[in-house]
């Protein structure tokens, strides 16, 4: 690193990173990035990288699109700020609300904005809870996801994700928060054993830990399309299918987790729609703005919504943050999803995303590099 009072020796200092060996940190410091344009980022030494991972996997839309900066300029002039609790709410979230519900992979009905993909499955589970709360069965609230599954880093979301060093330094998982394995037949399979038997070996696993703790106790099943940060690992052949048939035999909620996969990235808008998967719950981000703005949203299927009976105190959902409302973010993607007025197609988008899937899953450099990812 550079002189005390470099960039690099400032970050070390005073900067505290995420995901980061913080001793190795010290010794080796950050690499620092000051510019993005289209799929490129430039670092303070001026050299140009192809940035393949988009960020993490947010900036489905490329760095520094104009269009972007254009709508924040414009709702930051407008309306900067405003909040959603007590009936009030900026116009654009209702706009973008609407959007995403008419454009989510099965019928949905509501739309819950928050800051990020951790806060979405967070607040997921809360809201399952308190559907739960609100039926008269406030003991069905166990939640059980798989290994290597990543869906946040919240004290919850950290306890839904299925990898152990998100737990062992904080004493996660919370109670009742459980794991079954991951859908990886090259690591997982047996010898010898078929994709769809390997998938129906899983299904017949969680059917046995749902029937060990109770269905009357187990709310809900989280699950990636493609599990992201465990290995980019693809589901067997009829594992969602499998699945939700379990799921449906002892009334527990599928909440499908699309913050990766979302918005055209496994060819279709949705990877529920890739691998036939039908959430009663979905949760998104990242490429909702691009990863220009914190912005995720929660979207509840049309029956779940529903809570036939209200204990006394649970009249109005105790849930939100301050700034779920911020109108520049909603403002951002509402915007750009009017295909007509933006010129991004949703279909091009798709039809691109789906030859890259094609050519991904046939490429064995990408492959040898995810399974080694999943082994780490």
């Known amino acids: 690193m550079d002189g005390s009072n470099s960039l690099a020796m400032r970050d070390v200092e005073y900067h505290l990173h995420s995901q980061t060996d913080l001793r190795a940190h010290e010794r080796e410091g950050p690499q620092i990035m000051t510019q993005g344009d ?15 991972m988009a960020g ?20 930051m002039r407008r309306l900067p700020y405003y909040h959603t609790f007590y009936h009030k709410t900026p ?29 979405a499955n967070d607040s997921a589970v809360k809201l399952v ?19 290597r599954g990543l869906h946040g880093v919240t004290g919850i979301s ?21 794991h079954v394995s991951c859908p990886h037949r090259y690591r997982g399979g047996l010898p010898g054993e078929s994709e ?14 749902i029937v060990a703790e109770g269905p009357d106790t187990v709310a809900a099943f989280f699950a990636e399309p493609v599990m992201g940060a465990g290995g980019v690992v693809v589901p067997p052949k009829g594992y969602f299918e499998k699945i939700q048939a379990v799921l449906r035999k002892h009334d527990v909620l599928f909440v499908a987790d699309e913050v990766i996969c979302g918005f055209g990235r496994t060819g279709e808008m949705w990877g ?15 490429a909702l703005s691009s990863g220009y703005f914190p912005i995720a949203a929660v979207l509840l299927r049309r029956a779940t919504r529903r809570s036939p009976t209200r204990p006394p105190g649970t009249g109005a959902s105790g849930t939100g943050s301050r700034a779920r409302g911020i109108p520049w973010g909603p403002r951002w993607r509402w915007r750009l999803s009017r295909s007509s007025r933006s010129g991004i197609s949703s279909a091009m988008c798709a039809r691109w995303a789906r030859g890259c899937w094609t050519g991904w899953r046939g490429w064995k450099g990408i492959r040898w590099w995810a399974r080694r990812a999943a082994s780490a």
Not at 133 to 144: A, N, S, V
Not at 196 to 201: L, V
């Open 38 to 52: 289209g799929v490129y980022v430039v670092d303070a030494g001026g050299t140009r990288y192809l940035e393949a």
């Open 158 to 178: 950290a306890s839904v994700t299925g990898i152990p060093r998100m737990h062992v330094d904080f004493g996660l998982p919370l109670p009742g928060f459980l």
């Open 91 to 119: 116009d654009v979230c209702i706009a973008l609300a609407e959007k995403l519900v008419t454009m989510a992979p099965v019928p949905m009905s509501k739309a819950f904005f928050t800051n990020s993909g951790s806060e």
């Open 272 to 286: 529920s729609t890739t691998f036939g998967m039908e959430p009663d719950i979905l949760t998104c981000s990242k």
């Open 196 to 209: 769809e038997a390997f998938a129906t070996r899983l299904a017949e696993e969680l059917d046995a830990l």
């Open 129 to 147: 809870w308190y559907l739960n709360h609100g039926r008269g069965r406030p003991e069905k609230r166990k939640i059980i996801s798989r290994l």
């Open 56 to 75: 993490l996997w947010n900036t489905a839309l490329g760095f520094s699109e104009s269009r972007l900066a254009d709508a924040a300029d414009a709702q």
